[in-house]
């Protein structure tokens, strides 16, 4: 079975960065598959990459690898890890971007990137994607099992960040934020349709309040509204978002990650 | 021999869109081979999408399987279809996406997609890309019939979309409007060489006019015509384009997509 | 062994052509394995290009076929050829886009592309990427020899770019230019490490000079200074790099391409 590489990143297309890495997997194993989960992570935004792989992991076959390189503090002594869990392998910097999906995978090891046998010869201080996390990943597709690459470390002592906000005043009322916005300018906020309970509602009990935006109900899908106007539905990760029907909520309402917003049942 | 998935969308590369529908296809379909045509299709756009589908399928191998998906009606009761042809498969929303190239293709089989064993488990109302035409494009790929998807469908009940702009007011007097602007800013229309005739004659008699602006003959190319000048010829899909040596012309001449315009012949 | 095609244009993501380019190759050659360096090289820059491919190749595994298509005189009369070298081919328009690379390489053979059972039955005047690079390419990886394609070219009538600029006024004061600026708009320098000697002095006593700003010493990392300052590094590729730690140094100092600026050892 040909193995899979899947590599996230805020390296963008502008560059050879993508490429590069690409080529040093090649060297190393030359019959691998390698995927591009996206590469326009936003400029160091390590909870937006979390959720990202968070959302997007569990559609890869099993045994994929996931590169996953947001590293504003490459260069520092921020330690670089390889973790197996029973499905999957993740290669990243110790910085919490693997929070949300450790929480959910039965880890089965997770070890520090120490040993220079399985990194380039030459070190930079500043394209770890390349130097090191590339080649951990090539040499794990090889069948090297994570021990020969350094020592294990605890759970309990790898970096984690928080999950993104979601607060409950009561049983009606709830808060969220916006915690990515997509292509198409639609706003995914941290509110799960499983958290609230929004699947087992009455959707057009709903009320949202986002800036002076008001929306009334939940949707079931575009089609539910007219052309340009607002709505919420719960999208294709199971996340609530904020969206204009062929336009843009982004542009049209200003909007920007982390902006928070109240959700609540009449 | 290994087999093509190709896929277009107007999901851009912001998000994990792509990457999402290239492991639900590895998971189904692991040795095939998933390229990517483009995903920058201006949001929305099936005209522009259909266009650029039927100007570049044929350069791919026989047996290729084409994803095509901008679907502005997805979650509403528009149908998805799948499409066998002499030479190849196309999966799409039937929005009339298809228009084009089903009029140069030798049409075997037509059928809806609505047989929920050949797609995910859980289907969302907003992210048909994942979860229907990811899916059906890799069971094409393992060699499941057609039939086995859903209903045939005749090709008198799929949708259809205008043709490009093309007006003949006689023999020697044209109109057309642009189509695309690609990266260069190159404005490629909707007149094609064939057409008119514009190999037959002599394209120094040819005169556009657009907006403001006059192009006096048809060059064979850029090198025909000093540094930012503006210049038309016949582009490389048979299409004439309008440009401005080592410029962008629709940078400097504030054009956009479906803007019409006269060409004739002096 | 699989064959890896590499390619590197100023084509964008926004069009169909690179995947036209990729399905021409599968036609000729289904089984080879095809990467992008970048598509996104500054539209017409060839000395761009010409930098980016010289610090990519070489981590790409011995045999790679490099595509490098920036060609503002595609449809003159400028010549396209294919190099075989001891560890690599490229293919491109003869218009210095290689020049650096093959400064480095040991160069077997140079021919010129000229027998049109190599190329695609049509050629356009605006697209050789397509119709002449990208089947060399694939029947490259299929073994076919270079004389095959046309006559052998001699490395002193090939066309040659300048270096980028650097200048050495005394053994304490050079001065560069920004030859690239990357995806997190990080300055890349014509400056190499190894060039003035940077490695064996004390990093602290350089000080560089661009625009209205000043550099005192240069930084291992980023790390080395607190957030949102300036700072000074020699990156990735072995050239100095300026850059802002969390922030973007093109932005802030409002910089581009090929701005001249001095270094000096106090």
Redesign the interface.
Known sequence: ??K?I?L?TD??????????I???I??IA??T?I??????IQ??NIKQAAF?LD??YS???EG?IFVAVVD??????RKAIAVKTCNYYFVAPDNGILTYVLEKEKIIEIVELTNPKYQLSQI????HG??IFAPISAYISKGITLNNFGSTVKYNNITKINKPYFNIQDSNHFSGEII?I???GNLITSIQASQIGLENNNLKDWIIEIGVYKINGIS????DVEENQLLA????SGYM?IAIR?G?AREYMGMNSNIKFNISKS
């Open positions: 079975m040909r899979n899947v996230m390296f963008g297309y502008k560059d050879n960065f993508i490429g590069v690409k080529g040093v090649l060297n030359p019959n598959n995927l591009d989960l996206t590469h326009n400029s160091q990202i959302t997007s559609f890869f076959p994929s504003p503090d490459v260069g520092s002594n930079s201080n500043t394209f390349r130097d990515h997509d292509n198409f079931k899908s575009f089609a539905f719960i999208g294709s978002e062929n843009n």
